[in-house]
């Protein structure tokens, strides 16, 4: 909005960098401009000014598809006022010389005819669709054709004004057939999800079954090698034993081989022993032959007497000593000579 002052019969304008000002008096042009700051009488001057900056025009409208579905549209229109004289002279942009303020609505009217180009351009399109065609790929063909429709509108360029971009926010059918879309698709994601998580799972069996594949293939491994272990050990052992037999079987034979060997020894030697003693007794029994009875006697008393434990005292009687004497004494009485002889 221009901002003006008042002073004394004049008044003063000043206006933005992006606005058009357009001064008439007495029906022709004084001036215009783009951000003019000038003094001008109230009484005999016509203002108007011109927005020449980028605006937004948001737009919300419903259409019907082809199958006779509601849909609304959500989009944003971007448009500029190229030709400023053209447009204060189609619409009316006056303002009061006292305040500066539009004295009518030229936005609204602007807007109003856009919009209507706008949507005549998408209600063509989307009635020629079905609601699962627009839901698709409605975005971009309502962009394109809303952008190719306002720029071939002869009426926006007749009122010096383009669009400069067309953004279409959202496509949205009625809220019972967006829940029921939702509802479809919702299943179609968890059908998806389900099977997503049966691969999931299939593919984790499939990796358990090969784990334990392997792990049964390196028991069987280990089985067999085992296997192959304790015969091996029981071969070693098996000749090992055989070993321990032989050698115990050469022991046995050269222990025995000894013995006999000793015992042959032995036995001869206690042969030659006994064939000794057996002489030295045939040479006593000799001797003894040619002795007589006393003398025997007296041998026998004295190996007797040898074989005896020791005695430490003896007591004899006159009984038993006066036989005995007497037998020796006899004996010797008769056999004299001879028992000296063998002395």
């Excluded at 937004?56 to 004289?85: G, I, K, M, W």
Aim: charged content about 25%.
């Amino acid at each position: 909005m221009a901002d003006i002052r008042r002073y004394p019969f004049v008044r003063h304008l000043r206006a933005t960098p992006t606005t058009h000002i357009r001064h008439l008096r007495r029906g022709e042009v004084a001036r215009e401009g783009v951000g003019l700051s000038f003094f001008f009488r109230p009484l005999s001057a016509a203002l108007s000014e011109v927005p020449v900056d980028d605006r937004e025009l948001p737009l919300l409208f419903h259409a019907r598809t082809a199958d006779f579905q509601d849909v609304a549209v959500q989009s944003t229109v971007t448009y500029r006022v190229t030709d400023p004289a053209l447009t204060a002279t189609r619409l009316d942009f006056a303002i009061d010389p006292d305040t500066g303020r539009w004295r009518g609505s030229p936005l609204d009217q602007l807007a109003g005819v856009m919009t209507e180009s706008a949507q005549q351009h998408a209600l063509d399109l989307l009635a020629r669709r079905t609601l699962q065609e627009v839901l698709h790929n409605g975005v971009g063909a309502v962009r394109d054709v809303i952008v190719a429709g306002t720029a071939a509108d002869r009426r926006l360029a007749d009122i010096g004004v383009a669009i400069v971009e067309v953004r279409v926010v959202a496509l949205r059918p009625e809220p019972e057939m967006e829940r029921a879309l939702q509802t479809s698709t919702r299943e179609q994601v968890q059908q998806q999800a389900d099977k997503a998580t049966f691969e999931r799972r299939a593919l984790a069996v499939e990796r358990e079954r090969a784990i334990a594949q392997n792990e049964l293939t390196t028991q069987i491994d280990l089985a067999l090698r085992e296997e192959d272990l304790v015969g091996q050990r029981g071969a070693n052992a098996r000749r090992t034993a055989e070993e321990k037999a032989a050698a115990s079987e050469i022991e046995t034979a050269s222990q025995a081989s000894r013995n006999q060997r000793l015992a042959e020894a032995k036995a001869a030697a206690t042969r030659v022993v006994g064939e000794a003693e057996g002489a030295a007794e045939t040479a006593r029994l000799a001797t003894y032959r040619e002795l007589d009875e006393a003398t025997l006697l007296a041998l026998a008393l004295k190996e007797l007497a040898g074989n005896l434990p020791a005695i430490d005292t003896l007591v004899l009687s006159p009984d038993m000593i006066m036989p005995l004497l007497a037998r020796l004494t006899a004996g010797t009485d008769s056999h004299h000579a001879p028992v000296e002889g063998a002395r």
